[in-house]
């Protein structure tokens, strides 16, 4: 059983600050892993997909990369900025079309 | 694209009564899924449906719950029923591309709250 865990699990840092999520899996056979977003009361936002081929993604000022054989993704943050308070989720998805997730991590960057 | 639709946004009902969540997925995603957020156990998937055809249920917790998928463009989730610990937020998402992994959309999701 797939199993997906995210540390750590709150994180507060000053605004400008770089920082790094990580996400860890047990079972490597999967297809993709998925980082999310999501705000108080909200419903999740995709922020990047990388699939089992690829080794990172980049949107902006974020970066994802996985290593597939070690079970590890992190999500690097450039530049944070208080709009980026939130929670971010890791999820993978393996040989079906189920997402497991990860419980996340809280980010709170501070002004 | 409006994305995926849930509604009720909130609900709260008592103790014994039925609730039936509804969702509208993204037009031309064939898959959809149903998954329950809690403090303690974080998202879980419920149920999922490939092509309107129910694939896994393994989560859904009990005979209280039932899901259906009468067409392409809608689905509901049914407790019946409802107890204090069902009260959690159910989200909505679909996908589209089978295991080849499109991504997933989420919906904002219903907030259950049963008294």
């Known amino acids: 059983k797939q199993e997906v865990t995210q540390i750590p699990a709150a994180l507060s840092v000053p605004e400008g600050e770089n920082l790094v999520l990580n996400c860890s899996f047990t079972?490597?056979?999967?297809?993709?892993l998925q980082w999310f977003r999501q705000d108080p009361g909200k419903g999740l936002t995709s922020l990047l997909l990388?699939?089992?081929?690829?080794r990172e993604q980049t949107s902006g000022r974020l970066n994802a990369s996985l290593d597939k054989s070690s079970g590890r993704s992190t999500l690097y943050i450039a530049a944070s900025q208080p709009g980026d308070s939130a929670t971010y989720l890791c999820?993978?998805?393996?040989?079906?079309?189920?997402?497991?997730f990860g419980k996340g991590t809280k980010l709170t960057v501070n002004p | 694209d409006a994305g995926v639709i849930q509604s009720p946004r909130h609900e709260v009902t008592e103790m014994g009564q039925e609730v039936t969540l509804r969702c509208k997925p993204i037009s031309g995603h064939n898959s959809l899924f149903w998954y329950r957020q809690t403090m303690m156990r974080g998202l879980e998937l419920l149920i999922y449906f490939n092509n309107n055809v129910p694939i896994d249920d393994s989560g859904m917790p009990e005979d209280r719950f039932s899901a259906k998928m009468p067409n392409a463009s809608f689905s509901t989730l049914k407790i019946q029923p409802s107890e204090p610990r069902d009260s959690a937020v159910y989200f909505c998402?679909?996908?589209?591309?089978?295991?080849?992994?499109?991504?997933?959309?989420f919906g904002s999701g219903t907030r259950l709250t049963v008294v």
């Open positions: 079972d490597s056979a999967i297809y993709n």
């Open positions: 998402a679909s996908s589209w591309g089978g295991a080849q992994g499109h991504g997933y959309t």
């Open positions: 999820a993978v998805q393996g040989g079906s079309e189920k997402l497991v």
């Open positions: 990388i699939q089992s081929s690829q």
